[in-house]
């Protein structure tokens, strides 16, 4: 395992928690929320589901960062799962649903985590 590579997957996962939670929060989340047109519960949901990414892409960062500091390269590879996830769903729904990267390029930005990390675990 080459710990600095796992370590920049690590970072850069804080690095788009901070985007999703301060730029997407007054984007996305604050909208939402307000939102006089959607049902409470459609609102609800999809605030939680905010959460939920929040608690996933932190989950991300700090199985990084644990990899290196207790010496187990499976904790990176779960992250590198969980990274990997993000990319089939966030480009592949995009296509999907016929929208365009260019609006929607949340899944592009955890190509780097997965490179990071698979070089990190076998680069």
């Known amino acids: ?21 301060f730029v997407g929060g007054r984007q996305i989340a604050r909208p939402l929320l307000t939102a006089p047109d959607l049902a409470p519960i459609v609102r609800e949901t999809q605030y939680l589901c905010w959460h939920f990414t929040s608690v996933a892409i932190g989950s991300m960062a700090g199985l990084n960062l644990w990899a290196v ?4 390269p499976a904790y990176a590879r779960a992250a590198m799962v969980l990274a990997s996830g993000f990319v089939v769903v966030g480009i592949g729904l995009v296509v999907m649903r016929n929208t365009r990267h260019i609006d929607l390029p949340q899944g592009w930005l955890f190509v780097p985590v997965v490179l990071l990390g698979g070089v990190g675990l076998w680069g």
């Not at 395992?1 to 690590?10: E, L, P, R």
């Not at 500091?69 to 187990?72: E, L, N, T």
Request: zero cysteines; aromatic letters at 12%.
């Open 1 to 21: 395992m080459n710990n600095i590579y796992i370590v920049a997957a690590g970072l850069l996962a804080l690095v788009w928690l901070t985007v999703h939670i």
């Open 69 to 72: 500091f207790s010496g187990q």
